[in-house]
């Protein structure tokens, strides 16, 4: 089993930043893929970002290149996700995933392995 736990959501206004944390633990080879997502009211899961535990390679949603960076600390078991020039397009309720498959090109057309509980972004113009 993995857990996933996210911190660090709030409220913003345009152009502001926020930084995403997921503190994970258990069963590291449940982690070999590790992903952002979101999901605003009304409209289907999307995926935001996604890293390779093990090399550090990185995957981005088109709308978010160039604005959002993942990274992690595996020693301390954390996945962050730096989001700078927020939009109110941006808001969403944010989830961080683990999957037990390496990440490819089609990451984000997949169901991940386990889920947290999401944290709440909100961008207000």
């Known amino acids: 089993q993995v857990q996933l736990v996210e911190s660090g959501g709030g409220s913003v206004q345009t152009g502001g930043s926020l930084r995403l944390s997921c503190a994970a633990s258990g069963y590291t080879a449940g982690r070999i893929c590790m992903g952002w997502f979101r999901q605003a009211p009304g409209k289907e899961r999307e995926g935001v970002a996604a890293?390779?535990?093990?090399?550090?390679?990185?995957y981005y949603a088109d709308s978010v290149k160039g604005r959002f960076i993942i990274s992690q600390d595996n020693r301390k078991n954390t996945v962050y996700l730096q989001m700078n020039s927020l939009e109110p397009e941006d808001t969403a309720m944010y989830y961080c995933?683990?999957?037990?498959?390496?990440?490819?090109?089609?990451?984000?057309?997949?169901?991940?392995?386990?889920w947290g509980q999401g944290t709440q972004v909100t961008v207000s113009s």
């Open positions: 890293i390779r535990r093990a090399t550090g390679a990185t």
């Open positions: 995933a683990a999957d037990s498959r390496i990440c490819g090109s089609t990451w984000d057309d997949r169901k991940f392995d386990y």
